[in-house]
C-alpha cells in the first residue's frame, strides 16, 4: 500500500485556520485519499475524502494537489473541539484487503485559546 | 453519534479467559472492520466482514476469531487472553466492501483490560 507521511505534530490558535499537510508520493492513480481523526477517549471519526479534485464538507476542506502527490486538510476556523490526531491515509479502489484503512501515527494537533 | 454501537463499553477479565464484543453497524451499511488500538502499537486493522462473508484479514491472532450475521451485526471473540490483548477495539462500518470511496464510521469502542 502506497504510504503517506505527516508532520507529528502541529499547532493553531482558536479560530484561525488550519493546513494538515500529507505527503503521499508513491500514490496510484486508483488511491482514494482519506482523512480521518481522532479526538482523546473516542473512535476515529471520518473527515473527508477525494480523489483527484478538491473537496468540501461541513467539517472541512481537501485541497488535492495537482500532481497528486499531496494533499492538505483545511480546518477553516479551528476550535477548541478539533483537537485531535488526524491522520491521512490512502485507499485504494480495487479488491484484495485494501478495504480496511491503514492507520499511520498521524499528525497531533493541539489548539490554543 | 456515529450510528455504529458496540458493546460493552468496557470489559475486565483474567488471563486465559474468552470474551465476546459485540457491533452493530449503521443502518444499511454492509461492511464491517475491527481494529485494535494499543499504546504501543496504534491502531491496527484486524479483519473485515462483507454481507456475512470474510473479505479481508490483517493481524488477527490465531486466538481470536469473529463472524458477522444475517442482521449484519458482528461478534469479535478473543480466547487465551494474555495481558497484551488489553486494549481498544473499535468496530467500524460502511456501505461497501473494498472500493476506495467508501468512508468508514466507527463505534465508541470497547476498552478490554486483562488483569
Known amino acids: 500500500d502506497a504510504k503517506t507521511t505527516q508532520p507529528n505534530s502541529m499547532e493553531s490558535n482558536e479560530e484561525e485556520p488550519v493546513h494538515l499537510p500529507c505527503n503521499h508520493s508513491t500514490i496510484s492513480g486508483t488511491d482514494y485519499i482519506h482523512w480521518y481523526r481522532q479526538l482523546p477517549s473516542q473512535g476515529p471519526e471520518y473527515v473527508i475524502h477525494?480523489?483527484?479534485s478538491n473537496v468540501n464538507n461541513r467539517m472541512a476542506s481537501l485541497a488535492i494537489a495537482e500532481d497528486r502527490k499531496s494533499s492538505t486538510l483545511i480546518l477553516h476556523r479551528a476550535t477548541l473541539r478539533d483537537a485531535a490526531v488526524y491522520y491521512c491515509i490512502l485507499r485504494g479502489n480495487y479488491g484484495g484487503s485494501q478495504g480496511n484503512l491503514i492507520f499511520g501515527k498521524g499528525t497531533k494537533l493541539s489548539v490554543k485559546p | 453519534d456515529s450510528g455504529v454501537t458496540q458493546t460493552p463499553k468496557h470489559l475486565i477479565t483474567a488471563t486465559g479467559q474468552r470474551v465476546t464484543l459485540r457491533c452493530s453497524p449503521r443502518?444499511?451499511?454492509?461492511?464491517v472492520y475491527w481494529y485494535q488500538q494499543s499504546l504501543d502499537q496504534g491502531l491496527q486493522f484486524l479483519i473485515q466482514y462483507y454481507n456475512g462473508e470474510e473479505r479481508a484479514k490483517g493481524n488477527i491472532l490465531e486466538r481470536f476469531s469473529a463472524q458477522q450475521f444475517p442482521d449484519l451485526h458482528s461478534e469479535l471473540n478473543l480466547s487465551s487472553l494474555e495481558l497484551g490483548d488489553s486494549a481498544l477495539y473499535f468496530c467500524?462500518?460502511?456501505?461497501?466492501?473494498?472500493?476506495?470511496?467508501?468512508?468508514?464510521?466507527f463505534g465508541p469502542g470497547t476498552r478490554l483490560t486483562v488483569t
Open positions: 477525494g480523489l483527484t
Open positions: 467500524a462500518s460502511s456501505v461497501g466492501g473494498l472500493a476506495g470511496s467508501y468512508e468508514q464510521y
Open positions: 443502518s444499511g451499511d454492509l461492511s
